[in-house]
C-alpha cells in the first residue's frame, strides 16, 4: 500500500513538471516494482531532465506492450516524442491514446501542439501539392 502511495506521488510530480523530485523517486521504485506506469513515467522524466531520448522510448514503449489500454502511457510516450523533437509521431501516439479513453491531459498536450486536420489524402504527404489545394477546398466549402 505505501508503494502505491510513493507511485502516485511520484506521478503527480512528474506530470506537474516537477521531474527532478519525480526522476529520483520513480528510479527508486522501478528497482522494486516493475509496474508499467512507473516505467513510462521514469522514461519522461529521463528524457525531460536528462535529454536521454533513446532510453525514455525503450520504457515508454516497453510499458505500453505490457499494457496498451492505459491512456496515461500514451501521454508519457507523446511528451518523450515531443521533447525529442518527433512531432509526428508525438501526434500519432497521442490520438492513439485518446482512443483508449478520453484523458484530459491528452487533449490539453495536442491542444498545447496545436492541431491540425489529417491530410484529405492520407496515402500522399501533407506537402504533396494535391493535399494542399483540396484541404483548402474543402475548408472553404465547409466541408471539414
Known amino acids: ?7 502516485e506521488a511520484a506521478i503527480n510530480e512528474a506530470r506537474t513538471g516537477s521531474t527532478l523530485i519525480a526522476l529520483v523517486e ?7 516494482t516493475h509496474h508499467p506506469v ?7 522524466c529521463l ?3 536528462k535529454r536521454d531520448y533513446s532510453r525514455a522510448q525503450v ?7 505490457r499494457a496498451p489500454e492505459n491512456s496515461d502511457l ?6 518523450v516524442y515531443r521533447l525529442a523533437g518527433k512531432r509526428y509521431q508525438a501526434l500519432s501516439i497521442l490520438r492513439k491514446g485518446l482512443k483508449m479513453g478520453r484523458n484530459p491531459l491528452i487533449v490539453q498536450e ?3 501542439m496545436g492541431l491540425r486536420k489529417e491530410p484529405v489524402f492520407g496515402f500522399l504527404e501533407r506537402g504533396n ?3 494542399i489545394m483540396a484541404g483548402r477546398m474543402t475548408t472553404r466549402l465547409r466541408m471539414r
Open 1 to 7: 500500500m505505501k508503494d502505491q502511495q510513493r507511485i
Open 26 to 32: 520513480l528510479e527508486e521504485l522501478v528497482r522494486s
Open 38 to 44: 512507473v516505467m513510462a513515467w521514469l522514461g519522461y
Open 47 to 49: 528524457a525531460r531532465h
Open 59 to 65: 520504457l515508454c514503449v516497453s510499458a505500453l506492450d
Open 74 to 79: 500514451y501521454l508519457a510516450l507523446g511528451r
Open 110 to 112: 495536442l491542444t498545447d
Open 129 to 131: 501539392r494535391l493535399n
